[in-house]
């Protein structure tokens, strides 16, 4: 098999996941410019020529890695630049930009406190536009007004809409389809729009009320407005539950976390089974994740 030179081959990336479980990958590659972009058709020819998946992944990512090697290709997504327009409140950012740096960065500069919930946050651009992040009933969907995407089939760079995009409670188009690389988002921050009002201070709830350990804060999605997955959790005894290094946290029940420094995916894959076989059993529904598990 012909390697493209570009292309580093058994990468350690058990950093490039919140949870940190040990994984390598066989080949790997970072975007950091546009030029870069024009190498992600050279790389997709290459994996369809010897039958490669590709994953396209971003720092601080909502991924539970769950194998040892992945025989495969993974791209990082590194692509940062912002932009504020203080007068127009229009905001357009790259898609490997931090969240929580965007949203401090408002505040402390421009006096903007509208994504003020967002500090802290462990999302990148892409991330949140991917999976329509929210938090206290504030989703990233409110104040989206159009993003730049690469097409992957047809190599044209396009500009897709909110209606376009197709949001729904942490979901988009983009995980529906792997069609489209998220290049540069734009985000009209003139209104605060919420589904429901909350007085919830954000900063307090990090700091007091959540575990500070390699986790992906909220695990799984919550079943419905009267019913949120940690209650759900607590009410089938899984909270402060051990199975080996891991367990569901005694500070907040849908937080899946681990007392040691790295941690086994096979633990983690048993809890996460056994909280959707209990909840299941006791209230009807199924626990969705909000990680994806790449296996």
Known sequence: MMNIDFLQTNVDITNLSNFRTLAHTRYYFEIHTRQDIDKIEEIIKFAKNNNLKILFIWWWTNLLFAFDMYEWIIIKNCLEWRNYDKDTKILEVFSWEKIWNLAKNLETQYWQDLWHRFIWLPWTVWWAVFGNAGCFWLEIESNFVETEVLDLESWIIETLNK???????????????????????????NEKIEKYSSDVDNIDFRENKQPKWNSWWSFFKNPSPELSAWSAIEAVWLKWYHYNRAFFSDKHANFLINDKEWWSWQDLLFLIDLAKTKVKAKFKVELEPEVRIIR
């Open 163 to 189: 209606e376009q995009v197709s949001f729904s409670y942490r979901s988009s188009i983009f995980k529906e389809t792997k069609k489209y690389f998220i290049i540069k988002t734009k985000f009209d921050l």
